[in-house]
């Protein structure tokens, strides 16, 4: 592996706790905090990192299983903590962060580039239940990594930028029937279904089918709903939707389901299909 090679790995991706690492053997970012610094640290430390490897963390809304860690991250730890004033508005009202945000905040404005450490950032909308909600998209030497987590509902934008990326990370929450059928309460699954809620597998798989394109070459699935899916019925969702349009998974791109509450294989992004 190579200084400049991207890599990816989720260390944990669901309604329990997000987080994920993107950047090269030597340096990177953190995009969410939703598990304990603790972890977080542990996980870096199997891939030879630590904090001081860590250029900043990018927050995608204000939710707890998004930014529980934000506060030991920025005010004890001292990493910058990256996103939209009303993010850090929502982030600061949020009771689960017990140390508030005061030194460490650093602000973007949503769908204007910016750049960290040669990557370059762009924000993009996505409809939520939260004070605000974004998606990012990085480019860094000639890649296009995309991440879009509790999505209620896709959006012209996220399309255009799937049309362009050649990594997706992307919400498959889950299985219709299984959240008819199973256990919430009625108010709770009218919530998950909403504009503002989160994403199903077929909704998943008609998006990527939609905007597939020569050079989209991995898709990871995140926030599979532990009650409501499971990764073989989201992969096999969409790998069926996929497969109806002409698209094999394996040949014309490498899908998989990221694991809910263990971190993930270190995946090196490039040119190639991950196999």
């Known amino acids: 592996m190579t200084d400049n090679q991207l890599i990816f790995r989720s260390f944990s991706s669901g309604s329990s706790g997000n987080c994920y690492y ?65 993010i850090h508005d929502g982030i600061d009202r949020n009771y689960g962060v017990r140390e508030k945000l005061r ?12 750049e960290l450490n040669g990557m370059k950032i762009n924000t993009f909308g996505i409809s939520h239940d939260s004070t605000e909600c974004v998606g990012y998209v990085i480019d860094y030497l000639g890649q296009r990594f995309l991440i879009a987590t509790d999505c209620g509902e896709p959006n012209l934008t996220m399309e255009m930028y799937i049309s362009s990326a050649n990594h997706v990370v992307i919400e498959a929450n889950h299985d219709e029937q299984m ?30 089918a939609k905007n597939w394109h ?16 499971d990764p073989d ?14 698209i094999m998974p394996g040949e014309d791109l490498f899908l ?20």
């Open 233 to 246: 019925v989201a992969i096999n969702t969409i790998k069926d939707i996929l497969l109806d349009e002409g």
């Open 179 to 208: 959240l008819l059928n199973g256990p919430y309460p009625t108010y709770l699954k009218q919530r998950i279904l909403s504009p503002k809620g989160h994403q199903s597998n077929f909704v998943c798989g008609q998006l990527l």
């Open 256 to 275: 998989t389901a990221l694991e809910r509450t263990k971190p993930s294989t270190i995946y090196t992004l490039n040119e190639n299909i991950i196999r």
């Open 103 to 114: 030194t460490s905040q650093r602000y973007f404005e949503k769908g204007v580039e910016w």
């Open 214 to 229: 020569t050079e989209l070459r991995n898709v990871f699935l995140c926030h599979l709903s532990n009650e409501n899916n």
């Open 22 to 86: 993107l950047g090269t053997s030597q340096w990177g970012i953190l995009i969410d905090a939703g598990i304990s610094a603790r972890t977080i640290q542990k996980n870096l430390r199997e891939m030879g990192l630590d904090y001081a490897n860590i250029m900043g963390v990018l927050i995608t809304h204000d939710h707890a299983d998004h930014i529980r860690a934000v506060g030991t991250l920025g005010e004890r730890v001292h990493l910058p903590i990256y996103s939209t004033r009303a």
